[in-house]
Nanobody, 130 residues
């Protein structure tokens, strides 16, 4: 069964850290991404990693604070989030894009739907508040 299950969300204070995990079932060695959606806002691509775990991409606002990684032996993708900010409060989704991350067809602004991603999980909530 092809499935993505996120975990690791919770509450953190500004400046705190959380590590999200995405357990992958039914496939391996695909480019993977993390996408978040804040209340009342559209989805926002956060980070991506290539299928070999060698190349990483992140949106500008999280560079230096968030790190995406993968362990193909464990079929897990991680998002280490440090120095969290209140604007990081969102539902975080692990998603498999339809296109490779370095493809001109991969649109980082695209919504989390079937046109751009072919699998995503149920999400894990991250709340950053003092």
């Amino acid at each position: 069964q092809v499935q993505l299950v996120e975990s690791g969300g919770g509450m953190a204070q500004p400046g705190g850290s959380l590590t999200l995990s995405c357990t992958v079932s039914g496939f391996n060695r695909y480019d993977m991404t993390w996408v978040r959606q804040a209340p009342g806002k559209g989805p926002e691509w956060v980070s991506g990693i290539d299928r070999n775990g060698d190349v990483r991409y992140s949106r500008e606002s999280v560079k230096g604070r968030f790190t995406i990684s993968s362990d193909n032996a464990k079929n897990t993708v991680y998002l280490q989030m440090n120095d969290l900010k209140p604007e990081g409060t969102a539902l975080y989704y692990c998603a498999r894009p339809k296109y490779k991350l370095n493809s001109p067809y991969f649109d980082r602004r695209a919504p989390l739907d079937g046109d751009n991603y072919d699998i995503w999980g149920q999400g894990t909530q991250v709340t950053v508040s003092s």
